[in-house]
């Protein structure tokens, strides 16, 4: 990336601009020119560090617009999808920080309350926005304050269950204005029939990259002084040609260091093995919510779309649906990022697990996400699916290993979840506990052979990419002279039954057992499966460590591998079994 002289000579309008009262100083004869440079600055940043990149291209415009309208941070600007804020976040102050973005320690990708006083609200997921904004105006209101709420949804966003709920409670006393950036990711050819219906004033639709007409059409929104929506089109990757053929294709870019190289990532391969058994089973269904590509989907949808529902971003129906589906005799799989599995919790309980459905979760983005930060990490659902009954969680790390459990999985009368990390399968992963020399009793794979297991002073289990970095403190410590064996799980629930696998591959003698995971640590792997193992009577000369992370979100503060950043790398392993 060139220093940032080199990017003030080539952006010189951009380069002036640090506060949002310089947007509204700026001539309107130099905008068009701004709008330019910001694209280009932002398809220069987003294709070597990554984001998101086609919303943001999208969204210039009417971002400008709504700057030299309102008066950010005195009212407040929400955005919802949070992926869309990259040009508000150029103008608030965070230029030259820019080329952080997405790197521990640097820019988020998403608002952020901590990160600057324009992001009045955090967004990293989706459909929020409206409840939040809500609050901030009925807050305005009860103490008499004359500052505007601006919440902007779209790109999909308003698929989202919790915009209409919130729809459903708005005041037309409010200072609210809701812009709808209609970007073709929804339906929206009855939107000033559908306002009328609840009571809000209807503006537009306008074409929302043209921004003089976007910022008369604000204008007139504001001075309404009441709460209305303002419908803008936009165009989804405009200005960047590839963007604008196969929007969804540059919806999020990927740097080049991310790339798998290996082959397909387990996104990919998830779907191309449902594929595949949905070709022998008539009964197998997929759905998504609103994340077809994003899951590895695609080829399902292609070649069943009979049987495939994208249900838009409403994980909670989405569950509840499958559910259904599984009542009247089907066999659905709910591909779905962790993080965003947890927003349908109830919707496992009640509706799945109560009933004893046999619906499988494919839990794609499991464990530590760096580029998305702490709204992204998958940190929570071994956790949470742990203290449900009936559900087994199955943990794959390699392409052989997530066939096995999914047709494991789709042949179970009981609901299941898989879990597996993004990218794709480590070739040292597979030499360790995939080749012939392998020791396997069950789901549980050792990288020592049975008759081995009395030479260990520590055996270290773990699920998950994370053994990767269990493999490497193995060697740094047999050069110390210490001996130890590593253990990865295919599956961890039933705790029981996993438990009976590893005592079974346990050395009899005293020596430590550290259990690792990149989780929380209350509630996870290690507190439950070291339970279920204190019974068996292998476990009574053992130190026990749990070694996952804390009582805390998972927050990068410094540019360095994410291992590191919580005390999880093969140093800390090394450190923690040596002390």
Known sequence: MVNENQKNGRYPHLSGINTPADLKNMPCDNIKSLCSEIREFLIECVLENGGHLASNLGAVEATIAIHRVFSSPHDHI????????????????????????????????????????????????SSTSLSAALGFAEADRLSGSDAYTVCVFGDG???GG?????????????????????????????????????????????DGNDEFATEALLQKAKESKKCCLVHLHTQKGKGYVPAEENPDRYHAVHPA??????????SEEMGSYLTEFAKKDEKICAMTAAMTSGTGLSSFQSTHPERF???????????TFAAGLAAGGYRPVVAIYSSFLQRAYDNIIHDVALQNLPVVFCIDR????????????????????????????????????????????????TPAAIRYPNG???????????????????????????????????VIVTH???????????????????????????????????????????????????????????GGMGMNLSSALSVHEVMKNKTVTIKALGDHFAIQTQNEPIWKSFGLDCDSIVCDILC
């Open 366 to 413: 499991a464990g530590l996400n760096s580029a998305d930060g702490a709204t992204h990490h998958g940190i929570f659902d071994v956790a949470f699916l742990s203290q449900i009954p009936n559900v087994s969680i199955y943990t794959p790390v390699t392409n052989e290993a997530l066939r096995s459990v999914m047709d494991e999985a789709l042949q179970s009368a």
């Open 424 to 458: 794709c399968e480590d070739a040292a992963i597979v030499q360790a506990f995939y080749s012939q020399s392998a020791n396997v009793f069950g789901r549980v794979r050792a990288d020592y052979a049975e008759n081995d297991a009395q030479n260990l002073d520590a």
């Open 309 to 319: 529902f994208d249900v838009g971003i409403a994980e909670p129906h989405a569950v």
């Open 257 to 266: 260091f991310a790339v798998c190289s290996s082959g397909n990532s387990f």
């Open 464 to 522: 998950g990419r994370i053994v990767t970095e269990a493999i490497k403190a193995k060697e740094v410590l047999k050069e110390r002279g210490k001996n130890v064996g590593v253990l990865l799980l295919e599956q961890i629930k039933p705790y029981d039954k996993i438990a009976e696998a590893v005592a079974h591959l346990l050395p009899e003698q005293a020596s430590r057992v550290l259990f690792l995971e990149e989780e929380i640590r209350t």
């Open 157 to 159: 966003a308003f698929t």
């Open 78 to 125: 929400i955005f919802d999808v949070g992926h869309q804020s990259y040009t508000h976040k150029l103008i608030t102050g965070r230029r030259e920080e820019f080329d952080t973005l997405r790197h521990g320690g640097g820019i988020s990708g998403f608002p952020k309350r901590d990160e600057s006083e324009h992001d009045a609200f955090g967004t990293g997921h």
């Open 162 to 206: 919790m915009i209409h709920e919130a729809l459903n409670n708005c005041r037309r006393d409010l200072r609210l204005v809701m812009i709808l950036n209609d970007n073709e990711v929804t339906n929206t050819a009855k939107m000033e029939s559908f306002c009328q219906a609840i009571g809000i004033d209807y503006y537009g639709p306008v």
